[in-house]
DNA sequence: GTGGTCTAGACCACG
DNA sequence: GTGGTCTAGACCACA
């Protein structure tokens, strides 16, 4: 019910919009149980002095995800998850989630590797989990 | 040793920019052996005209290739892969990939699936081999 | 002449303030008749503790409706309906109904419905008499 | 196909957002037919200049309408209504729109008026197809 | 204190 | 030329 830590690791330099990677933090704390029903988000001043970014950075992300119906927003109160919240997350966040891993796996079958191949990089990966890669181009 | 036939799949609602695109199939092409040095790469007019993009798109997308030391343009006769191409792509390519699929598990595992969890994914999508993935723009 | 019970339904998710709703409704009480000059409305304390909402919010519909001289309030006494707020209502409260239907007419014109839909829903509607919308708070 | 004519008429001074009042108009347009699958919008810049107002705004009504899947973003060529628009459309919109007939019939039943003056204002209101009324506090 | 809107202006990526 | 992102700062509405 009461506020949520959840842990926010931003990286400015990343090609991933910073307002994106706020959407996913927080989607995937949802999605993973972090973040329940009722839980109130930072306030955008505090979590804009946190990530130091500017707070129309957070408004946007907190506004799409008002959008996606993840959470609702009262004026003069604060930014809570929604109680669809968890339904919708564990959906779309799945859904995106594969995706992003079949793309990686098309890659990598196209560029020649074969499944054995990637069986084996899959679990030395998974057993490292890694920092995320920063080289850019992937995506948008 | 002449001009090679790629199949080339733009999708230009991916968020991945169209010279991206591009430039990844070729790559990848390289290093799966299926474009091999002195092979000439489709003029630009031809491209553009196939795929309906943007000449300047296709332009773009050979000369970084050019400046990355796998293909060597000749005005008058064509653009081909260079000689050193597969092993610089071999390399990089191979990086670059597991970087995204590195990237791909990050994700999966901070959206709170479990390693068995990844496993059977990759094990139903490798043996799918489906098509790029075209989720939401707006996520990473 | 005592205290008079006005069923209060706030919905504190609306895009409608908390503060205006509350005055909607005692203004439309006032409008059918429901209250009558010389009835009390509830104490503030009373009221937030009732609708569960926050005390300013109810001192300043009390206020506003004190500047709109449809209530009295006399310090250790409380806040009463005052003896003009009939007249006033009626014709205020007429004219920013039909304001607000004539929007949604307008609006229902604007997404191309035709004159005939608007009255069959219309009919629709006021036959069931339903719970107010709580639509997408980003629309108007 | 090719670009279209909208009818835009922005009022400042309401109390709705500027670009709320962006996004209702085209979702008006397209559910009414006016916009079709394939028809670009205007650029940001060139909606700017005609509002005079500031492109960030129009930027905002632009994204909203991307996430709701209603229109189609691709950097350095524009924004065009997407193939799902009418059909989104059709269905939001109208529910939007009946919502907010329903909320003001509930008005005026609360407010004391009779189902047989409700259909007479309707009468009177649909004939004049009037200008959108300003009066304040009845939304956001 | 909370969030919402809008402006002005900068810089980047894409075609 | 197109849109995308971010900053800085102002002003408003709400509780």
């Known amino acids: 019910m009461a506020q949520q830590n959840v842990t926010f690791a931003i990286d400015t330099q990343s090609p991933i919009a910073v307002y994106v990677q706020i959407e996913n933090l927080i989607q995937f704390a949802i999605a993973s149980g972090r973040l329940k029903p009722g839980d109130t ?3 955008v001043r505090e979590m804009s002095l946190t990530l130091d970014i500017n707070p129309n950075t957070v408004t946007k992300a907190y506004r799409d995800l008002e ?36 793309d990686a796996i098309a890659e990598c079958l196209a560029a020649g590797l074969s499944a054995a191949d990637i069986n084996t990089m899959v679990k030395t990966v998974a057993a490292a989990r890694v920092a995320p890669y920063s080289g850019n181009k992937h995506k948008s």
Chains 1, 2, 3, 4 share one sequence.
Request: proline share 5%.
């Open 67 to 102: 959008i996606l119906q993840l959470v609702t927003t009262r004026r003069g109160v604060g930014v809570a998850i929604s109680d669809k919240a968890p339904k919708i997350c564990k959906e779309k966040t799945i859904d995106m989630v594969r995706g992003h891993l079949r």
């Open 41 to 43: 988000l930072p306030s």
